[in-house]
Nanobody, 120 residues
Framework: VQLQASGGGSVQTEDSLRLSCGASGLILNNVAVGWFRQAPGKEREGVSCIGSNGFTSYRDSVKGRFVVSRDVAKDTLYLQINALKPEDTAVYYC???????????????WGQGTLVTVSS
């Protein structure tokens, strides 16, 4: 299994970005997938996930701004981030596992991360 995250960049407050995570070696609708982020000097935290049944979940701090989706035909997971804030600055990671959730222990495979930098 390989995951390749992309789409990060340097943006301004209130801008939008769409992160992508290309997956190989698995079928996206057979696994749980999640997006995590790690801000400078902080621990990695889960921000959103999709269960194998398509159920989506978001951390409270990103609800209404982040939208997670998957395109099984393209083997790709997405994270649309709107109204970016400086506190969203972090390396964003995609991951797959057997159960959705915000804990690292639910996930087996991880992408390499893509950096999002938001300036005010």
């Amino acid at each position: 299994v390989q995951l390749q995250a992309s789409g990060g960049g340097s943006v301004q407050t209130e801008d939008s970005l769409r992160l992508s995570c290309g997956a190989s070696g698995l079928i996206l609708n057979n696994v749980a997938v999640g997006w995590f982020r790690q801000a400078p000097g902080k621990e990695r935290e889960g921000v959103s996930c999709i269960g194998s049944n398509g159920f989506t979940s978001y951390r409270d701090s990103v609800k209404g701004r982040f939208v997670v989706s998957r395109d099984v035909a393209k083997d790709t997971l997405y994270l649309q981030i709107n109204a970016l804030k400086p506190e969203d600055t972090a390396v964003y990671y995609c991951a797959t596992g057997s159960l959705p959730g915000y804990s690292d222990r639910f996930y087996t495979y991880w992408g390499q991360g893509t950096l999002v930098t938001v300036s005010s």
